[in-house]
């Protein structure tokens, strides 16, 4: 069976979607999306003609959870293998495909 959470978190809705597949007991699959997901999008008008002294300013007044978007985990379902990326790793990838798109 599959179920959705929903709750009125003090940053926001947090949302819990789960799924369990008929005759195993570990979850299939569990997504999450935290309050700061959303709030973050908020940043593109709210930083519009302002300084960049004001930007950290402007990304606290939205409570954001690093801890919430700083690493993802991602399972190979076949081999069963995981693999942890860090706001490190994420980063890295991002670098090296704009890179590769602007040439």
């Known amino acids: 069976g599959e179920a959705i959470g929903r709750h009125e978190a003090p940053r926001g809705e947090d949302i819990h979607y789960v799924k369990l597949k008929s005759g195993f007991e570990h979850l299939y699959s569990w997504k999450v999306r935290a309050p700061t997901y959303i709030n973050i999008l908020s940043w593109r008008t709210m930083l519009m003609d302002m300084q960049i002294a ?11 959870c690093m801890s919430c978007t700083n690493r993802v985990i991602i399972a190979d379902e076949r081999s069963g293998k995981e693999k942890i990326l860090t706001s490190d790793d994420l980063h890295r990838l991002s670098v090296k495909k704009t890179r590769r798109l602007l040439r």
Do not use: G, M, Q, T
């Open 54 to 64: 004001d930007i950290p300013i402007v990304a606290a007044s939205i409570d954001p």
